[in-house]
């Protein structure tokens, strides 16, 4: 892993590799720069994958300042870090808490955003009600991590109802998962969610219509909360293409990995310089997209 400095001295850890357009790849929650590895080899053909670990989790620092770890403040630094890599613009891949900083990458720094592909995505929280009511719940959470430490807290996070279609998964692949959740630092995840979570950022429900880069939200058919996130998500950004990935969850990208590479593939093809004619024919078309407006009953 490489580490890049940001202001106020945090680093953030980071694996580039591949060479073409930049592809800057953020996790969600719990997660890490290694979430991507499944798709590593592939984007490496034709662009140059940079995975990071978002502030309190894999390699990167993790500061006890909740404020440090806001959505726009993480969005400064990784435009920083794009620049300071000579990788902007870049195309942006965020799941869910990557998915947030990704749109607030794309408002606050539109300069270093080349496209963006928005898995499970959420422009926050609108009503202040429902903010605090967050903030409150997140509070809870963190104070697990930090009186009872990680093998707790992710006992009970990953038996939330957000992550049932997850436990189908092969066993190997669950230990992998849950090895890799109780490997970030706890106290640096109690902050995230102070600082981060969806109670603490500003919604973007308003700038999401200045967004002019070619967009692909991608939802899990089975995921109750998230999946009209997402449909909002895509309704709000000019040209979003969404992209309702049957029979999973949450996580697409865990789930159905192969689909995703296919989507993100022709995503990346499609959206950068290198699409010749012949590369183009290489790659399946994707299925048609699902209309952005709402359907009259959702799965």
């Not at 939330?160 to 490997?183: C, G, I, K, N, V």
Request: charged share 20%; aromatic share 4%; with cysteine.
């Amino acid at each position: 892993m490489t580490a890049h400095t940001a202001a106020d001295g945090v680093r953030y850890a980071f694996r580039r590799s591949g060479g073409g357009p930049a592809v800057l790849l953020l996790h969600g929650f719990t997660g890490g720069a290694t979430d991507w590895e499944p798709f590593r080899a592939a984007l490496e053909r034709l662009t140059t994958p940079i995975a990071v670990d978002l502030l309190g989790h894999g390699a990167s620092d993790a500061p006890r300042d909740p404020g440090r770890h806001a959505v726009e403040r993480q969005a400064d630094d990784l435009a920083a870090l794009l620049h300071a890599e000579a990788a902007a613009p870049a195309h942006i891949v965020g799941y869910s808490f990557g998915a947030r900083v990704a749109l607030r990458l794309a408002t606050d720094h539109p300069d270093v955003v080349r496209s963006l592909v928005l898995e499970s995505p959420s422009a926050g929280l609108p009503d202040p009600d429902a903010r605090a009511a967050r903030r409150v719940a997140d509070e809870e959470l963190a104070r697990i991590l930090d009186w009872a430490g990680s093998e707790a807290f992710v006992r009970h996070w990953e038996r939330l109802p957000l992550f049932e279609t997850e436990r189908d998964a092969p066993p190997e692949e669950q230990a992998r998962l849950h090895a890799q959740r109780l490997a970030n630092d706890p106290h640096g995840l109690a902050a995230s969610l102070r600082g981060a979570g969806q109670g603490a950022m500003a919604p973007l429900h308003d700038t999401l219509p200045s967004i002019a880069v070619p967009t692909t939200v991608i939802g899990g058919a089975l995921d109750g909360t998230g999946l009209p996130r997402a449909r909002s998500v895509a309704q709000a950004i000019p040209g979003a293409r969404l992209v309702v990935v049957p029979s999973v969850g949450h996580a697409p990208h865990r789930e159905a990995p192969a689909r995703v590479a296919r989507e993100l593939a022709a995503h990346l093809v499609r959206h950068s310089a290198f699409c010749t004619s012949e590369q183009c024919a290489v790659l399946p078309d994707p299925a048609p997209a699902t209309p952005a407006t709402p359907a009259r009953s959702r799965p």
